[in-house]
T-cell receptor, first 112, second 112 residues
Framework: GENVGLHLPTLSVQEGDNSIINCAYS??????FIWYKQESGKGPQFIID?????DKRQGQRVTVLLNKTVKHLSLQIAATQPGDSAVYFC???????????FGKGTMLLVSP | NAGVTQTPKFQVLKTGQSMTLQCAQD?????MYWYRQDPGMGLRLIYY???????DKGEVPNGYNVSRLNKREFSLRLESAAPSQTSVYFC???????????FGPGTRLTVL
């Protein structure tokens, strides 16, 4: 199955800074990745996805970058706000494309 | 649309008791999933149902059973609860397999 993992368990930033959350994957055949945000006490919420035929995809204040050469993707959050404090997960398809495999998550802490 | 709903929100059981966690989605999705989330372990798939009438084991199925009652509903049953099953349980649904999954708010289960 897909093995997705995150580089850092916790990331602390100041309000207004840009945040970068990283994720590595092992299956070079994976063609689709998803980022989720999970606030305390809530279920994961879809943020943005990217297909392998793209290197970059932008949303509202978020950008996902995909580097297929080194099997790495990142989520960039511009002008981080206190409301961005949450755990962020990357996910990719398992080998049978029957479900997703999730990384363990990075906790983003935003201080004023 | 309510999206994915789960009941109950909280539950405390004694070892050996049984219970059923309920999940329903109103997005006409084909696939539904049950995950458990433990500190430091991320989301682990218990069971999933790729389509109405089918169920398959995930990463951690032992001690659980599921029923895909119809297209909308997917229940998770603990026949004889154990303290190791203390966790937060999330239900999710997607149009199909390894695509964007939408999560419910979770059930926080404590087994004493």
């Amino acid at each position: 199955g897909e093995n997705v993992g995150l580089h850092l368990p916790t990331l602390s930033v100041q309000e207004g800074d840009n945040s970068i959350i990283n994720c590595a994957y092992s299956n070079s055949a994976s063609d689709y990745f998803i980022w989720y945000k999970q606030e305390s006490g809530k279920g994961p919420q879809f943020i943005i996805d990217i297909r392998s035929n793209m290197d970059k995809r932008q949303g509202q204040r978020v950008t996902v970058l995909l580097n297929k050469t080194v099997k790495h993707l990142s989520l960039q959050i511009a002008a981080t706000q206190p409301g961005d404090s949450a755990v962020y997960f990357c996910a990719g398809p398992n080998s049978g494309y029957s479900t997703l495999t999730f990384g363990k998550g990075t906790m983003l802490l935003v201080s004023p | 649309n309510a999206g994915v709903t789960q009941t109950p929100k909280f539950q405390v059981l004694k070892t050996g008791q049984s219970m059923t966690l309920q999940c329903a989605q109103d997005m006409n999705h084909n696939s539904m999933y049950w995950y458990r989330q433990d500190p430091g372990m991320g989301l682990r798939l218990i069971y999933y149902s790729a389509s109405e009438g089918t169920t398959d084991k995930g990463e951690v199925p032992n001690g659980y059973n599921v029923s895909r009652l119809n297209k909308r509903e997917f229940s998770l049953r603990l026949e004889s609860a154990a303290p190791s099953q203390t966790s937060v349980y999330f239900c999710a649904s997607s149009e199909e397999g390894a695509t964007i999954q939408f999560f419910g708010p979770g059930t926080r289960l404590t087994v004493l």
